[in-house]
């Protein structure tokens, strides 16, 4: 299901209230805002979608490890934190992990600009890229909704806790998608 919130949450309140609230509900992918809610990045373009993946133990697909320090955390695989952190701190630092994970992505495709103007369908992006991180920057990491799988059993017993605006249901599967599906 493609859930979209009532209002955009902040990296801490999705993983404190959300992902952590209902670990039967698998969010596989994460909207952020990178534009004001109901504006268009241009006039003459498509909207564009972005987010990440934020499943902390994902490895990162791809054979190219883009400098650490300048794209820190750009696999969330790298993250770590200590036995002894609190639970409060603990979704600190997993909402500022997963902050830090997606504005490394995006300033990582904002630098390869001569492969996204030579293979996007889009020339125009490399700017969408730059003006996402500006917004980021003043408004911070939030998300709008997110890609979420769950039997049908779990979202009818967490539906009515769920602060969505909308629900779209994209696929509906006969089996759970693979033996790893918990």
Same mark, same amino acid.
């Given at each position: 299901?493609?859930?979209?919130?009532?209002? $955009?949450?902040?990296?801490?309140?999705?993983?404190?209230?959300?992902? =952590?609230?209902?670990?039967?509900?698998?969010?596989?992918?994460?909207?952020?805002?990178?534009?004001?809610?109901?504006?268009?990045?241009?006039?003459?373009?498509?909207?564009?979608?972005?987010?990440?993946?934020? =499943?902390?133990?994902?490895?990162?697909?791809?054979?190219?490890?883009?400098?650490?320090?300048?794209?820190?955390?750009?696999?969330?695989?790298?993250?770590?934190?200590?036995? #002894?952190?609190?639970?409060?701190?603990?979704?600190?630092?997993?909402?500022?992990?997963?902050?830090?994970?997606?504005?490394?992505? %995006?300033?990582?495709?904002?630098?390869?600009?001569?492969?996204?103007?030579?293979?996007?369908?889009?020339?125009?992006?490399?700017?969408?890229?730059?003006?996402?991180? $500006?917004?980021? $920057?003043?408004?911070?990491?939030?998300?709008?909704?997110?890609?979420?799988?769950?039997?049908?059993?779990?979202? %009818?017993?967490?539906? $009515?806790?769920?602060?969505?605006?909308?629900?779209?249901?994209?696929?509906? %599967?006969?089996?759970?998608? #693979?033996?790893?599906?918990?």
């Amino acid at each position: 299901m493609s859930v979209v919130f009532d209002e $955009d949450l902040t990296m801490e309140e999705f993983y404190g209230e959300l992902s =952590r609230e209902y670990p039967m509900i698998n969010f596989s992918w994460v909207g952020v805002r990178t534009l004001p809610a109901g504006e268009r990045w241009s006039e003459n373009q498509p909207q564009h979608l972005v987010g990440f993946n934020p =499943r902390i133990n994902l490895a990162q697909q791809g054979n190219e490890d883009p400098d650490l320090p300048e794209y820190p955390l750009f696999s969330l695989e790298d993250y770590s934190v200590g036995s #002894n952190v609190l639970q409060e701190d603990l979704y600190k630092s997993v909402a500022e992990a997963y902050e830090t994970h997606f504005k490394s992505q %995006l300033e990582y495709i904002k630098d390869q600009e001569e492969f996204v103007e030579r293979f996007d369908y889009n020339y125009f992006k490399t700017d969408f890229y730059k003006d996402s991180l $500006d917004y980021i $920057d003043e408004n911070g990491v939030k998300t709008y909704g997110v890609l979420a799988y769950a039997t049908a059993e779990d979202f %009818l017993k967490y539906i $009515d806790e769920l602060p969505y605006a909308s629900i779209y249901i994209n696929e509906v %599967l006969p089996t759970k998608p #693979n033996i790893y599906y918990n």
